[in-house]
């Protein structure tokens, strides 16, 4: 009789156990499920909100992987591993398009030697075939301007209305004669005379250093045409038909020339007067 007791009890104690253990089992399930949303989740929110390393992962086209190749020996150090830039080193390229690559790059500016205010033009480092790979990388990248293809940009362009507009939009940082000047903080406008056409075109895009950035919206890709139309035949290519051009630094010189010279011959002219009298 007890030994039968005993049976019922550990029967019925086994039983009321049942709906616990499968209540735990529950709550595990419910947990694993719960920690696997927040995860994927998380996983969205990171690809969102992180556009290089979404880039990264898209297709490349050949010119593309050629310069990321490139860019992983020569720029990551300054730029980033996704071009994302490196607080006390380098900006983020991520949306400067590829006419600030080849604007930097084809001038030799970068890879720059040391941190200093400006940039200033050197040897480059890169062929032109590298500093378009370097370009079309970081425009598949993030997107921006792009130059136009073609080495004549100037073709077709109105060397009148080009001279207007270099007089009210570019004299004031690279002076009249395109010799460039001086500017605030150690920074300074640079001359124009070696620069080409795919050049100024891309600085006038995007804006390198204290230059204001002029897109298609401010000045219209015919109205560049006729800048640089104006830049490369009247400032480049002149041969000063007026004679000495005193530096080309406007009329300042010409002004200081003139005093000079004439203070001189006045002093001279009072001198062999006062000589003969």
Same mark, same amino acid.
């Given at each position: 009789?007890?030994?039968?007791?005993?049976?019922?009890?550990?029967?019925?104690?086994?039983?009321?156990?049942?709906?616990? +253990?499968? +209540?735990?089992?529950?709550?595990?399930?419910?947990?694993?499920?719960?920690?696997?949303?927040?995860?994927?989740?998380?996983?969205?929110? #990171?690809?969102?909100?992180?556009?290089?390393?979404?880039?990264?992962?898209?297709?490349?086209?050949?010119?593309?992987?050629?310069?990321?190749?490139?860019?992983?020996?020569?720029?990551?150090?300054? %730029?980033?591993?996704?071009?994302?830039?490196?607080?006390?080193?380098?900006? +983020?390229? !991520?949306?400067?398009?590829?006419?600030?690559? *080849?604007?930097?790059?084809?001038?030799?500016?970068?890879?720059?030697?040391?941190?200093?205010?400006?940039? =200033?033009?050197? =040897?480059?480092?890169?062929?032109?075939?590298?500093?378009?790979?370097?370009?079309? #990388?970081?425009?598949?990248?993030?997107?921006?301007?792009?130059?136009?293809?073609?080495?004549?940009?100037?073709?077709?362009?109105?060397?009148?209305?080009?001279?207007?507009? #270099?007089?009210?939009?570019?004299?004031?940082? %690279?002076?009249?004669?395109? &010799?460039? &000047?001086?500017?605030? +903080?150690?920074?300074?406008? =640079?001359?124009?005379?070696?620069?080409?056409?795919?050049?100024?075109?891309?600085?006038?895009?995007?804006?390198?250093?204290?230059?204001?950035?002029? &897109?298609?919206?401010?000045?219209?890709? *015919?109205?560049?045409?006729?800048?640089?139309? #104006?830049?490369? *035949?009247?400032?480049? %290519?002149?041969?000063?038909?007026?004679?000495?051009?005193?530096?080309?630094?406007?009329?300042?010189?010409?002004?200081?020339?003139?005093?000079?010279?004439? !203070?001189?011959?006045?002093?001279?002219?009072?001198?062999?007067?006062?000589?003969?009298?």
């Amino acid at each position: 009789m007890t030994y039968d007791n005993d049976r019922r009890r550990g029967l019925l104690a086994r039983l009321r156990g049942r709906p616990a +253990s499968r +209540s735990r089992g529950r709550r595990r399930l419910g947990a694993a499920v719960r920690l696997l949303a927040a995860l994927m989740l998380a996983g969205g929110a #990171y690809t969102v909100f992180a556009p290089g390393v979404q880039a990264q992962d898209t297709a490349l086209s050949g010119a593309a992987a050629e310069g990321k190749a490139l860019f992983d020996v020569s720029c990551v150090t300054c %730029h980033g591993r996704n071009a994302q830039g490196v607080e006390g080193r380098g900006p +983020s390229l !991520i949306g400067v398009g590829a006419a600030s690559v *080849e604007f930097q790059v084809g001038t030799g500016r970068m890879p720059m030697v040391r941190q200093e205010a400006q940039a =200033p033009r050197k =040897p480059e480092v890169f062929t032109d075939d590298e500093t378009r790979q370097l370009g079309r #990388y970081i425009q598949e990248l993030g997107g921006g301007p792009e130059v136009p293809s073609g080495e004549d940009l100037s073709e077709g362009g109105n060397l009148a209305a080009g001279g207007e507009l #270099y007089r009210i939009n570019c004299s004031q940082c %690279h002076a009249f004669g395109g &010799g460039g &000047g001086a500017l605030s +903080s150690g920074k300074f406008a =640079p001359s124009l005379k070696p620069a080409t056409d795919r050049q100024i075109y891309a600085a006038m895009l995007s804006g390198p250093q204290n230059m204001p950035v002029f &897109g298609d919206n401010q000045i219209t890709p *015919e109205q560049k045409a006729d800048i640089i139309a #104006y830049i490369q *035949e009247n400032l480049n %290519h002149n041969q000063d038909p007026g004679g000495f051009n005193l530096g080309r630094y406007g009329p300042s010189t010409e002004g200081l020339a003139i005093f000079l010279v004439g !203070i001189v011959a006045l002093v001279f002219t009072t001198l062999w007067i006062a000589g003969k009298s």
